[in-house]
């Protein structure tokens, strides 16, 4: 067999060493399906395997991870959000192909896009300042994350040009738009912790936003706002010195995400995570890692310590699902979102996170309100709110336990067929359908 024959040989093997082997098991658990994934050990494969799951609105369970050596396994429980095993062949087989493939890049989502990075201090009537700016300079808000923490602000906005449709790539324009994002985010006293910029590439949405408070240092500052609903998290971190681990617990309310959000953060510090049990009851979760930094030694200092506690909180606590949430669905315009926001305003409501994307001309928008200083907005300002944006179009989705009574008579009042919450089943469809894997999501 000649050389260059050999190498073609050797590079298969390697290939199906390192690839990734997925089994998806519907029998073994009567409540989940389970998703086992084996590979070759490298960094930040737990991470992507994770990543797959929740961006496909996915809820975690349980989960059983182990990598001694060079090789990595792991089981996860999985349901769709409304606690239903997956059933969809379409959904079984883009997870089996996109945890088989090496890495997982979402970033080809937002080709044709340019990206706007936004940090700094949070104000009631921000986001709406920041979408006036956007629709007076001709800027085509297409997609948009926005996460609030302890009096900061992260925000990540995807725009094109109104007229041409195209990226924005004129030098000159992206000045004004970055200047003028700086003024607004400056504020009255707020100079050295502003930060704008323009990028044509951004890997991906949730993970540059935690990077982006993180580098903000949103863990070290103090909360101005306490909203009611805080649910305490709790973080605690051991050194097994015996096996050279780092031991951290973590307890918090469960939610979509979480896990993502912590193994995210454990990454980006340069933390592996060798051995982990998710575990999830009722509305909590408990979850253990079996850390070391990428080096291979455990946690040295009871600084270092610290600090890791802080930055696990912080990035459980980024997404929390404060306030009432409110769901837009409507048909796309110029100005929409500067209209929306302005309306929040002007009724003082503060907007605490935000999604928005544009799906087929049609902006379907989530946003969490509370009142100016943090707690739970007035049902009737709500309800005041809904009638100047229309009440077919925007919709309560999320309340406060102390607006279920009034939440189950509305539904009842005018019926369950207007709702625009989509189900775990149509989002999962539509993330397939936006990456051209199937013909239709309805």
């Known amino acids: 067999m000649e050389w260059h024959a050999c190498l073609d040989e050797y590079e298969k093997l390697v290939i199906r060493m390192t690839t990734p082997r997925v089994v998806i098991d519907n029998a073994v658990c009567p409540t989940a399906t389970l998703v086992k994934v084996d590979s070759a050990r490298r960094d930040g494969v737990l991470l992507d395997a994770v990543q797959v799951l929740t961006d496909l609105n996915l809820s975690i369970k349980k989960a059983y991870i182990s990598s001694d050596g060079q090789w990595f396994m792991d089981v996860f429980h999985v349901t769709d959000l409304n606690g239903n095993k997956l059933t969809d062949e379409s959904v079984i087989s883009y997870i089996e192909q996109s945890l088989e493939a090496s890495f997982h890049d979402r970033s080809h989502e937002f080709n044709g896009l340019t990206a706007l990075e936004l940090t700094g201090t949070d104000r009631v009537g921000l986001l709406s300042e920041v979408f006036a700016v956007l629709a007076d300079l001709q800027c085509d808000v297409v997609d948009a994350k926005l996460w609030t923490h302890n009096g900061r602000i992260a925000s990540l906005i995807f725009v094109k040009d109104c007229k041409s449709g195209s990226p924005i790539n004129d030098s000159q324009q992206i000045d004004r738009i ?123 200092s009871e ?44 009724n003082g409501l503060n907007v605490t996170r935000t999604e928005i994307s544009t799906t087929r001309d049609t902006a379907l928008n989530v946003f969490y309100v509370t009142d100016a200083i943090g707690n739970i907005a007035d049902p009737e300002i709500i309800e005041s709110v809904r009638q100047k944006i229309g009440l077919g179009n925007l919709k309560v989705k999320e309340l406060p336990l102390v607006y279920h009574g009034k939440a189950v008579r509305e539904e009842q009042a005018v019926g369950v067929g207007g709702a625009v919450l989509l189900s775990l089943g149509s989002l999962v469809r539509r993330n397939l359908y936006n990456l051209g894997l199937i013909k239709s999501y309805s």
């Open 178 to 300: 970055e200047a003028r994002l700086r003024n607004i985010l400056r504020g009255d006293n707020d100079i050295r912790s502003v930060r704008t910029s323009v990028s044509l590439d951004v890997t991906h949405t949730d993970r540059r936003l935690h990077q982006m408070m993180f580098a903000d240092r949103d863990y070290e500052k103090k909360p101005v706002l306490q909203c009611a609903l805080d649910s305490p998290v709790t973080v605690t971190v051991q050194n097994w010195a015996e096996r050279g681990y780092s031991v951290m617990n973590v307890q918090c309310k469960d939610r979509a995400k979480l896990l993502f959000d912590v193994v995210c953060t454990l990454t980006d510090m340069q933390y592996v995570v060798f051995h982990a049990t998710i575990n999830t009851a009722e509305d909590k979760a408990y979850m253990e890692f079996y850390i070391r930094h990428t080096d291979g030694t455990p946690i040295s």
């Open 303 to 346: 600084a270092e310590k610290q600090r890791v506690i802080q930055c696990l909180r912080a990035a459980v606590e980024r997404r929390a699902s404060n306030g009432v949430r409110l769901e837009l669905c409507i048909p796309d315009r110029q100005g929409l979102l500067a209209f929306v926001t302005r309306t929040f305003r002007e």
